[in-house]
């Protein structure tokens, strides 16, 4: 079981820049597909971006194609969350999730969530 803990988030304006991060402990974190999550009030918890076990291919939700970047770094067991061009639309709890297997991005499959952190964006 891998256990994660997000950081990184804070209120930042329109077009400014966060970067998540998100520190796993358990010496199999390299094997997992990882992913970010987000969850707006009021609106169920939806799929951010996904990483593969090394790297080699990324995946983006519709919303943050062009403006966000996941990666990981195997050696420190974290995965981060480079946010820019932030937009009001974007303020939510953002949590990191270690994928039952590849691509599967249906957060309602995920039973155990870390506290998260938060992103809010002024406009």
């Known amino acids: 079981q891998v256990q994660l803990v997000e950081s990184g988030g804070g209120l930042v304006q329109a077009g400014g820049s966060l970067r998540l991060s998100c520190e796993a402990s358990g010496r199999t974190f390299r094997t997992y597909n990882m992913g970010w999550f987000r969850q707006a009030p009021g609106k169920e918890r939806e799929f951010v971006a996904g990483?593969?076990?090394?790297?080699?291919?990324?995946d983006y939700a519709d919303s943050a194609k062009g403006r966000f970047t996941i990666s990981r770094d195997n050696v420190k067991n974290t995965v981060h969350l480079q946010m820019n061009s932030l937009k009001p639309e974007d303020t939510a709890v953002y949590y990191c999730?270690?994928?039952?297997?590849?691509?599967?991005?249906?957060?309602?499959?995920?039973?155990?969530w870390g506290q998260g952190t938060q992103v809010t964006v002024s406009s």
């Open positions: 999730q270690s994928l039952y297997y590849s691509r599967d991005y249906d957060p309602r499959h995920y039973g155990y």
């Open positions: 990483i593969s076990p090394t790297g080699s291919y990324a």
